[in-house]
């Protein structure tokens, strides 16, 4: 499943005209300032970040047109739409290890024995209302029309926010000292990788049972032992319901959730 093309439509600073930006294996983005680099990269954000606040769409990202004053809008609507195609399925020979994608039933097929691709829209309306952001409604479908035709309201099946994030954006800024978010973002990569993985219940009890033995083997310490006994002593006297006045000095995790959520690279 490959990211083929970006489709912008009254997003920020692309206007009403729908933008098509390509993009290959390997994709450059060269512009002036405002030509809309950083636009077309946030508008994958508003659709596949892991971050919730990413998705988020705000006054701004709709299209200003140079004639029109902020307070003369009344309504404003944009779209986004990422279209991915399936190189697997373009040769034959795979001894038949085809995979099965997720959004099969939402695929596309221009005309007999061509490649199937999967359309997936971002669509916003804004309104003026009597907040200072205003109202807006947005939402995102699979359209299951080909390219070339018309979309109509049957066309639009809504996509579920589980199945989105199947695909993911990681969003890493220019900024001058990037070792901080390149770590960052290394570790979002590392957790989605371990977290897919089918862990047998078998290393999940045997994890446990480790991280329960360090814990164990850390409060023998005698230093780690004054320090915890201070620390539940006085946490007593802030909090006396007993459900939550005992406090103690150990590693956190204790599955394999919480300790591939800490990996890094």
């Known amino acids: 499943m490959r990211l083929t093309k970006i489709k912008l439509s009254n997003f920020r600073c692309f206007g009403a005209n729908e933008q098509t930006v390509l993009i290959d294996d390997l994709t450059t983005f060269i512009g002036n300032n405002s030509a809309g680099k950083t636009a077309a990269l946030a508008a994958l954000n508003c659709m596949f970040s892991e971050n919730s606040n990413d998705r988020l769409l705000h ?15 009344e309504e404003q609507s944009l779209y986004v739409e990422a279209v991915f195609q399936f190189d697997e399925l373009e040769s ?25 691709y999967l359309r997936i829209r971002l669509s916003a309306t804004w309104k003026k209302s009597s907040t200072l952001e205003g109202s807006i409604d947005s939402q995102i479908c699979y359209i299951t029309c080909p390219e070339s035709e018309e979309i109509l309201e049957n ?43 089918n862990w047998s219940d078998e290393t999940k009890d045997h994890i446990k049972t480790k991280v329960q033995d360090l814990n164990t083997q850390l409060e023998q310490e005698k230093g780690v032992s004054i320090f915890g006994n201070s620390i539940a002593k006085q946490w007593k006297e802030y909090d006396s319901d007993n459900r939550y006045s005992t406090a103690s000095l150990r590693f956190s995790g204790a599955n394999i959730e919480t300790s591939i959520r800490r990996c890094r690279q």
Request: charged share 30%.
């Open 92 to 116: 034959e020979g795979q001894d038949g290890e085809y995979a099965i994608p997720y959004y099969f039933q939402h695929m596309v097929v221009e005309n007999p024995g061509e490649v199937p």
């Open 155 to 197: 066309h639009c099946v809504r996509a579920q926010r589980h199945d989105l994030d199947k695909i993911r954006v990681i969003y890493v800024p220019a900024v001058r000292d990037p070792s901080k978010q390149l770590k960052n973002a290394s570790g979002s990569l590392m957790y989605q990788i371990m977290n897919s993985i």
């Open 59 to 73: 006054r701004s990202d709709f299209h200003l047109p140079k004639e029109k004053k902020p307070e003369e809008m």
